[in-house]
Nanobody, 120 residues
Framework: QVQLVESGGGLVQPGGSLRLSCAAS????????IGWSRQALGKERELVAA???????NYADSVKGRFTISRDNAKNTVWLQMNSLKPEDTAVYYCHAFVLTTRLDGMNYWGKGTLVTVSS
Protein backbone atom coordinates (compact mmCIF):
# COMPACT_ATOMS: atom_id res chain seq x y z
CA GLN A 1 0.00 0.00 0.00
CA VAL A 2 1.04 3.56 -0.73
CA GLN A 3 -0.26 6.65 1.02
CA LEU A 4 0.00 10.27 -0.08
CA VAL A 5 -0.60 12.83 2.66
CA GLU A 6 -1.01 16.50 1.83
CA SER A 7 -0.59 19.46 4.15
CA GLY A 8 -0.34 23.23 3.96
CA GLY A 9 -3.76 24.29 2.76
CA GLY A 10 -5.74 27.08 4.35
CA LEU A 11 -7.20 30.54 3.96
CA VAL A 12 -5.10 33.26 2.36
CA GLN A 13 -5.80 36.74 1.01
CA PRO A 14 -5.50 37.52 -2.68
CA GLY A 15 -1.89 38.17 -3.54
CA GLY A 16 -0.67 35.97 -0.73
CA SER A 17 1.33 32.75 -0.72
CA LEU A 18 0.95 29.20 0.48
CA ARG A 19 3.18 26.17 0.31
CA LEU A 20 1.64 22.73 -0.04
CA SER A 21 3.51 19.58 0.90
CA CYS A 22 2.85 15.96 0.01
CA ALA A 23 4.68 13.02 1.51
CA ALA A 24 4.44 9.55 0.02
CA SER A 25 4.95 6.49 2.19
CA UNK A 26 4.48 2.74 2.06
CA UNK A 27 5.72 0.10 -0.37
CA UNK A 28 7.59 2.41 -2.72
CA UNK A 29 10.22 1.16 -5.13
CA UNK A 30 10.36 4.48 -6.95
CA UNK A 31 8.16 7.38 -7.96
CA UNK A 32 7.92 8.47 -11.56
CA UNK A 33 5.81 11.56 -12.06
CA ILE A 34 4.37 13.30 -9.02
CA GLY A 35 2.25 16.41 -8.95
CA TRP A 36 -0.81 18.36 -8.00
CA SER A 37 -4.27 18.69 -9.42
CA ARG A 38 -7.14 20.78 -8.14
CA GLN A 39 -10.89 20.79 -8.24
CA ALA A 40 -12.96 23.88 -7.65
CA LEU A 41 -16.60 23.68 -6.64
CA GLY A 42 -18.70 22.75 -9.65
CA LYS A 43 -15.71 22.31 -11.93
CA GLU A 44 -13.74 19.40 -13.26
CA ARG A 45 -10.44 18.38 -11.74
CA GLU A 46 -7.47 19.90 -13.56
CA LEU A 47 -3.74 19.32 -13.52
CA VAL A 48 -1.87 22.16 -11.84
CA ALA A 49 1.74 21.02 -11.93
CA ALA A 50 3.78 17.86 -12.15
CA UNK A 51 7.43 16.89 -12.03
CA UNK A 52 9.17 13.78 -13.28
CA UNK A 53 11.86 11.85 -11.43
CA UNK A 54 14.36 13.55 -13.71
CA UNK A 55 13.13 17.00 -12.76
CA UNK A 56 11.11 17.93 -15.84
CA UNK A 57 8.20 20.12 -14.84
CA ASN A 58 4.82 20.81 -16.39
CA TYR A 59 2.43 23.59 -15.38
CA ALA A 60 -1.09 24.63 -16.25
CA ASP A 61 -1.08 27.89 -18.18
CA SER A 62 -3.15 29.52 -15.44
CA VAL A 63 -0.40 29.06 -12.83
CA LYS A 64 2.77 29.55 -14.86
CA GLY A 65 5.01 32.17 -13.29
CA ARG A 66 3.13 32.00 -9.98
CA PHE A 67 3.45 28.38 -8.82
CA THR A 68 6.60 26.32 -8.47
CA ILE A 69 6.73 22.57 -7.99
CA SER A 70 9.71 20.81 -6.47
CA ARG A 71 10.49 17.35 -5.15
CA ASP A 72 12.95 15.47 -3.01
CA ASN A 73 13.35 11.98 -4.44
CA ALA A 74 15.11 10.67 -1.34
CA LYS A 75 12.26 11.81 0.90
CA ASN A 76 9.44 10.94 -1.54
CA THR A 77 8.12 14.43 -1.00
CA VAL A 78 6.79 17.09 -3.34
CA TRP A 79 6.01 20.72 -2.66
CA LEU A 80 3.92 23.32 -4.44
CA GLN A 81 4.89 26.91 -3.74
CA MET A 82 1.96 29.12 -4.66
CA ASN A 83 2.52 32.87 -4.95
CA SER A 84 0.34 35.76 -6.09
CA LEU A 85 -2.74 33.72 -5.29
CA LYS A 86 -6.04 34.66 -6.87
CA PRO A 87 -9.61 33.90 -5.82
CA GLU A 88 -9.87 31.58 -8.83
CA ASP A 89 -7.13 29.42 -7.28
CA THR A 90 -9.62 28.40 -4.60
CA ALA A 91 -10.02 24.64 -4.80
CA VAL A 92 -9.23 21.34 -3.17
CA TYR A 93 -5.68 20.45 -4.14
CA TYR A 94 -4.82 16.80 -4.60
CA CYS A 95 -1.39 15.25 -4.65
CA HIS A 96 -0.95 12.33 -7.05
CA ALA A 97 1.90 10.14 -8.12
CA PHE A 98 2.71 7.23 -10.37
CA VAL A 99 4.39 4.87 -7.95
CA LEU A 100 6.32 1.73 -8.76
CA THR A 101 5.92 -0.78 -5.94
CA THR A 102 8.28 -3.18 -7.72
CA ARG A 103 10.51 -2.74 -10.76
CA LEU A 104 7.60 -3.77 -12.99
CA ASP A 105 4.40 -2.89 -11.10
CA GLY A 106 3.06 0.61 -10.78
CA MET A 107 -0.11 2.63 -10.58
CA ASN A 108 -1.45 6.07 -9.85
CA TYR A 109 -2.13 7.03 -6.26
CA TRP A 110 -4.03 10.05 -4.94
CA GLY A 111 -4.09 11.88 -1.67
CA LYS A 112 -7.29 12.95 0.07
CA GLY A 113 -6.81 16.60 -0.77
CA THR A 114 -6.24 19.86 1.06
CA LEU A 115 -8.47 22.91 0.75
CA VAL A 116 -7.01 26.22 -0.43
CA THR A 117 -9.26 29.25 -0.08
CA VAL A 118 -8.21 32.61 -1.50
CA SER A 119 -10.46 35.33 -0.19
CA SER A 120 -10.35 38.71 1.46
Amino acid sequence: QVQLVESGGGLVQPGGSLRLSCAASGSIFSINSIGWSRQALGKERELVAAVTSGGTTNYADSVKGRFTISRDNAKNTVWLQMNSLKPEDTAVYYCHAFVLTTRLDGMNYWGKGTLVTVSS
